[in-house]
DNA sequence: CATGATTTGTTCAACTCCTGTACTTACTCG
DNA sequence: CGAGTAAGTACAGGAGTTGAACAAATCATG
């Protein structure tokens, strides 16, 4: 809520900034020599030597072995993430399925579960129990001690109080999930933290993504959208995430695009989530089916979406026109939000990297 | 440009750290003996003694002399802000003036120089050699040594390159006003920054702004909405001022907020700009005097502006009827601007908060 | 093949800074 | 006037970084 108190500097956090900085300095830029990196981070070699000790005890960074020879002078020992390291655990909670992630330090994959269902029709307490025994399952199956757990939820989530606020497309509101989880899985005091699954989505762009600046950088500054059944955006700004000032930032669904148009479930009129939502484009594609029934129907919203994406890739105009609409409001949107954090990049993830 | 590179941290980054610290404490929260700020920060009565001497020695704090008895127990010696501390100097360069003013570390005004002169018919050059005779003005009459100047630009501007890249109403496009300023004015390396004007007002709001939240706070998160003849907007987060990638955040002037509308400079249809700005109004307004002249006009837009405010006081229903257009399509811009930076307040400066 | 140049990584004394404890100072209360 | 309480200081000790000296490993060169 408010902005926290600075705290003192003491000893252990000078050790623990320049220990997060020669991790970081491997973790980025990729393996390399104690004096490498020594160069790179401003630090001197004895600095180094010493803090990489502390960091090979931890398991955190491991020795690769001597530097290809072919320079002068000896050759450096090359230093790299450690393998057998600590490993951290994803838990996705999403409408229509539940899933854990076990990763390693270098974000590679180790472990992934997914068990399909639609947690729509289930009581909260029920989802809850259900995604803490997964959790565990993750847990208990880790190959090393696990570092920390991070929790998806699909809607506004306060990071602070570990709360659910909003989930529309579950029917949430005001869910500790943090607590629950905690309690459930037997967590005790192993880090755990949950967010927004569009900040998520955003970070992970930020971490992993493929896509570069026209000059071939990593992209540290852009928009991820990732539209679903709502519309929401992960804002990242030279390499950190912009919350609002509750973690509601970037959401862009109930942007106000369009004057006119229908009245939205958040009681404004001519939201982006109305124009170029999921089921908006599933309206406007398929008038002559009328709108879809309420409640759960067995093919869901995403194969519906296949079926545009299919008709529309055999050229039928409604479909097409469908998409087109659809595009139209969300380059609207999005160039408020441009505007606004002047960003220069855009990721389309979620339903709009398939359409487009 | 790109994020910068982390920086090792030193003994030195230590010590730095800390004396901001209390001196943070006493300059937020007011004079306080040596333990409460020990207790406040979490550092202990033995490293705030020390950290004390070194603020007394740099004239940054000062003893106020024994705290009021009345607890039992020693009573503390009270430190405050220094009155004969280091100066700061602020310079404004606007369309139609150009003002320096020097405050002491509280904040205090020490001295204040306002020109009025319409800048618009002169050449960058000429504009840049005054302001920097103005600006040597100031630092030579300052009463102590100047720890910083800050400038203030009416347009887009680069902070870390130091150049006000566009000024429309200036007509200025890439111009290196920190470097000319530094060399002109003689500077040396006196730290010397420059901004945009409404993100400046934004940080003036947090720092000396009396609003508060209702419960009683000082408001950390807002946006400050100033319009003049463009429109833009500070936006402050957690106590911070929130940028984009390349500082231009907060640049609501061209939102789009209707879909029909006359076309921008910037080239948009329907930006907030042509909807709610300055000239938008007078010209709602005044339909029956047409659209004001190009070119410099001796009334002035900030006259024009007083005549609508007089008008609509005294009840004429094309003054009021312009005013209560603009509020509505600047509250769209704003629940867009909400929306996506989700912070509570708004606080509306320049002309909106005349009309307001 | 031996020597010197070059670069890497470690060791060690020195320095800075924070911490905890003990101590002095100064005031209130009974 | 003495006990109690809180503020501020002094000092030893620990943690961390620094800089220089040194040992190790490799290439270049005659």
Redesign the interface.
């Known amino acids: 809520m ?2 926290r108190r ?6 252990a ?2 050790r623990a ?2 220990l997060a ?1 020669v991790f ?1 300095e491997v973790a980025d830029r990729g393996p390399a020599s104690r004096a490498a990196i020594a160069a790179a ?3 001197t070699k004895a ?1 180094v030597s010493s803090l990489v000790d502390t960091l090979i005890d931890g398991h955190l960074l491991t020795e690769l072995g001597p530097a290809p020879q072919g320079r002068i002078g000896r050759p450096g020992s090359v230093l790299g993430l450690s393998p057998d390291g600590p490993v951290g655990v994803g838990l996705e909670l999403n409408v229509d399925y539940l899933a854990t992630t076990t990763v390693g330090l270098s974000g590679h994959l180790l472990a992934r579960e997914l068990i399909a269902v639609d947690l729509r029709g289930y009581p909260v307490d029920e989802v809850i129990a259900r995604a803490a025994a997964v959790l565990r399952r993750a847990l208990d199956q880790a190959p090393a001690p696990v570092a920390g757990v991070g929790v998806a939820l699909p809607g506004l989530v306060d990071t602070d109080g570990g709360l659910l606020r909003l989930a529309p497309n579950l029917g949430w509101r005001d869910v500790p999930v943090l607590a629950e989880l905690r309690a459930r899985a037997g967590l005790g005091d192993l880090p755990l933290r949950v967010d927004n699954e569009a900040n998520l989505a955003a970070l992970a762009e930020l971490w992993f993504g493929e896509h570069r600046t026209p000059e071939g ?1 990593p992209l ?2 852009f928009v991820h959208v990732s539209g679903e059944v709502g519309v929401g ?1 992960g ?1 990242v ?4 995430l ?11 669904g ?3 695009v ?2 006119d148009g229908p009245r939205c479930r958040c009681g ?1 009129v001519g939201c982006l989530e109305q124009a170029a939502g999921l089921e908006a484009i599933l309206r406007a594609a398929a008038p002559e089916h009328g709108p879809p029934p309420d409640g759960v129907h067995d093919s869901g919203p995403e194969a519906g979406l296949a079926g545009v994406i299919h008709r529309a890739e055999t050229g039928q105009p409604g479909a097409l026109q469908a998409i087109r609409q659809a595009g139209t409001w969300l380059g ?1 949107a999005i ?3 441009l ?6 990049a855009v990721v389309l993830g979620g339903i709009y990297g398939r359409l487009a």
Chains 1, 2 share one sequence.
Do not use: M
């Open positions: 408010s902005p600075p705290q003192p500097a003491r000893q956090s000078l900034h320049n900085l970081g981070t401003g630090l600095s950088a540290t500054t955006a804002i700004v030279r390499g950190e912009f919350r609002g000032a509750r973690g509601f930032g970037g959401e862009i109930h942007l106000p369009r004057t404004a609207v160039s408020s939000l505007n606004v954090v002047d960003v220069g």
